[in-house]
């Protein structure tokens, strides 16, 4: 299972991180995590692979909006 997460808290993030993989462990699943301190490189990573969940916070100090605009045209 493909699982993505992004946070600016550092410390958040890996706490959600732990979590999961406690969970992983606890019901023998074989998770790929990816974590990502920046939106925009969590979209670009998202627009070139795929994942089964995505934590996003949505308190970002650099916010994705524009990453999931659509281009003027």
Do not use: H, W
């Amino acid at each position: 299972m493909r699982i993505v997460a992004c946070d600016d808290d550092v410390s958040e993030l890996e706490e959600l991180k732990q979590q999961l993989q406690e969970i992983g462990r606890k019901y023998q699943l074989l998770l790929d995590i990816r974590t990502f301190t920046e939106g925009e490189q969590c979209c670009e990573y998202l627009c070139l692979n795929s994942a089964d969940i995505v934590f996003m916070d949505i308190y970002l100090k650099r916010g994705v909006c524009a990453a999931f605009a659509p281009a003027q045209a």
